[in-house]
T-cell receptor, first 111, second 112 residues
């Protein structure tokens, strides 16, 4: 089993729908992240959390919200999805210095 | 915030040959880490190599090595004896001050 698990792996939805992407990890790391990948732009940070009571906005947080339900669980929500949120979304974990451990990605298409 | 630039959107290499992927970065921090990640068609992000900025010695991992030029803020990745399985997107990344920034990526094609 993967150390960082994302669900769903793929999702197609319609404009205006609420979407939740879930992430769980068995690595025991305190730090968790949500990134978005777009062609030609690389990965950009949406939100990050250093523990259950710590949530921080990243570079592109507008239109997104997160919930850290437990040390091992970190969910990303799109309250009202729009087409330009079509992207590949990654959850990641880390220890204090740098190296990220990624989930397998969730491809979201908003029609 | 730091920035990371990969100026080569696409590169190709013949199997068994050597290829170098370029990366430049900019950070105001003195303590930072640099990474190369590989993303094959499976879309999984896989760490290739990491470099601590305070270390002068270039990191190596089997066929993968870096040329870390701190003053020039350059961090290139050299792949020796290229294999078909090396075909992927490669992302350069810089971590400082609890923030990881990625370049736009370089797509590497390996020709048999």
């Amino acid at each position: 089993d993967a150390d960082v698990t994302q669900t769903p792996r793929n999702r197609i939805t319609k404009t205006g729908k609420r979407i939740m992407l879930e992430c769980s990890q068995t690595k025991g790391h305190d730090r968790m992240y949500w990134y978005r990948q777009d062609p030609g732009l690389g990965l950009r940070l949406i939100y990050y959390s250093f523990d259950v009571k710590d949530i921080n906005k990243g570079e592109i947080s507008d239109g997104y919200s997160v919930s850290r339900q437990a040390q091992a669980k970190f969910s990303l929500s799109l309250e009202s999805a729009i087409p330009n949120q079509t992207a590949l979304y990654f959850c990641a974990t880390s220890v204090a210095f740098g190296e990220l451990f990624f989930g397998e990605g969730s491809r979201l298409t908003v029609l | 915030a730091q920035t990371v630039t990969q100026s080569q959107p696409e590169m190709s290499v013949q199997e068994a040959e050597t290829v170098t992927l370029s990366c430049t970065y900019d950070t105001s921090e003195s303590d930072y880490y640099l990474f190369w990640y590989k993303q094959p068609p499976s879309r999984q992000m896989i760490l290739v190599i990491r470099q601590e900025a305070y270390k002068q010695q270039n990191a190596t991992e089997n066929r993968f090595s870096v040329n870390f030029q701190k003053a020039a803020k350059s961090f290139s990745l050299k792949i020796s004896d290229s294999q078909l399985g090396d075909a992927a997107m490669y992302f350069c990344a810089c971590w400082d001050n609890n923030d990881m920034r990625f370049g736009a990526g370089t797509r590497l094609t390996v020709k048999p």
